[in-house]
């Protein structure tokens, strides 16, 4: 099993360009003393009277997680899992120099091919998202970078990981940061929904460890404060069907069937393998092919404001990385794509938006941030597309249900039929 990541993408800051990721070094371990239990089988009290710490108790989906002995916890008689702690390891960011245009009233709108391609000022006539709110269930947001000011709420904001850094910090997450972005700003770029209120619920620390267990119950927090929407650009695959993915797979479609009935729409990223998802057997990507979410594939364009003779593909064919299959994909929307082969001035065809670079000293401790902006592609820039768009949404249809937030926000793909990544709408 891969561990849960933050969907390997592609990075590069500014114009400083020192090549391109490609895919990441993932590890995952099974923790020896923190375990998901099945509450429906046993209790709190009786957790802690066998001598367990109960980290997050979430009877809205029949779950404790628990830290103890494995002995204690077998003695529950409940069915139980180990907990996950996955890590990847990304390359370190580099500085972004600012850019110049001003097509737009933000001064980085020129090379946003994505909010272009998505009418973005012109849905904002309408609506700026006003009135809604937006979880992101991420590494953490850069409350202080200046696109980001006044738009996160510091009080409902909260740390998953017991790491002592806490939530909606200065410092944030380069990754959470771009993906918050996507859909809320203040100054430098265009967001999908800039009147939308963020959230921070941090999962991934910064030595870039997240838990399956703190981000299910980042999800099931979200769904608690009446988000409008909560995005996960993070996911796991291949997950082997059977065993602990079998459980797992169950504790996700609690975890996202209580979101829905609470009226918070799940967006999550479709993963960043190429991975046929319609026909990979006993494999299955988690948790974008959990129950009632909404999956994400990534689009992009080819030549913008690079190519010698324009657009060699336009914007809404499907990324070259993007995992597809029509059973696990609900949407497709702008995530970004590259070819290398290009000698300058393939990194515009990827997602420029925010970064925070966090500094921390030799003891670990915050010292300081880089606030700047960055080109990334991947999936996990293609799903706040569409939390942004659900905001939209729900700002003028308060009540609107997670099969209309989707139907409002797509439009059928205009994807040629070549393609083999099929998917089943395209955010518009």
Request: net charge negative.
């Amino acid at each position: 099993m891969v561990g849960y990541d933050r969907r390997s993408f592609l990075k590069v800051s500014g114009t400083a360009l020192g090549g391109i990721a490609v895919g990441s070094t993932v590890t995952v371990a099974s923790s020896d003393e923190r375990f998901l239990v099945d509450s429906s089988e046993t209790s709190q009290s009786e957790a802690e009277a066998a001598g367990l710490d109960v980290v997050h108790a979430l009877p809205e989906i029949d779950l404790l997680v628990v830290e103890g002995a494995e002995s204690d916890v077998e003695s529950l008689g409940a069915t139980y899992a180990a907990d996950s702690t996955y890590s990847l390891d990304l390359p370190a960011g580099r500085d972004s120099p600012t850019t110049d245009e001003s097509a737009s009233d933000e001064p980085r709108y020129s090379p946003q091919w994505d909010k272009q391609a998505q009418n973005v000022p012109e849905a904002h006539e309408i609506t700026r998202g006003e009135g809604t709110r937006v979880a992101v269930i991420d590494t953490g947001v850069a409350a202080g970078h200046p696109d980001l000011q006044h738009a996160v709420n510091e009080d409902l904001s909260k740390d998953f990981t017991g790491d002592g850094y806490g939530a909606a910090g200065p410092y944030g997450g380069y990754h959470g940061t771009h993906v918050a972005a996507n859909d809320r700003n203040e100054v430098g770029t265009v967001g999908s929904a800039p009147g939308t209120e963020i959230v921070d619920c941090r999962v991934f620390s910064p030595s870039e460890n997240a838990s399956f267990a703190d981000i299910v119950a980042a999800v099931v927090y979200s769904a608690r404060i009446d988000c409008d929407a909560a995005n996960m650009s993070l996911g796991a695959y291949p997950v082997s069907r059977t065993a602990n993915g079998q459980f797992y797979g169950k504790v996700l479609n609690r975890t996202t069937s209580y979101a829905k009935n609470q009226g918070t729409v799940v967006v999550t990223s479709a993963g960043n393998d190429a991975a046929d998802l319609q026909h990979d057997g006993k494999f299955i990507s988690l948790p974008n092919e959990a129950a009632n979410v909404l999956s994400v594939s990534a689009t992009g364009p080819l030549g913008f404001n690079h190519g010698a003779d324009g657009l060699e593909s336009p914007t809404y064919t499907p990324a070259n990385y993007t995992n597809y299959g029509t059973n696990a994909i609900d949407v497709a929307a702008p995530g970004g794509n590259y070819d290398p082969d290009f000698p300058t001035g393939w990194y515009y065809d990827m997602v420029l938006n925010t970064l925070a670079e966090p500094q921390f000293d030799a003891d670990g401790d915050y010292v300081g941030a880089n606030y700047t902006y960055s080109w990334i592609a991947g999936t996990s820039m293609a799903a706040p597309q569409v939390a942004g768009a659900v905001a939209l949404v729900r700002s003028q249809n308060p009540g609107s249900t997670r099969g209309r937030s989707a139907s409002a926000s797509g439009t059928p793909p205009r994807c040629p039929r070549s393609s083999r990544r099929p998917t089943t709408a395209l955010a518009n």
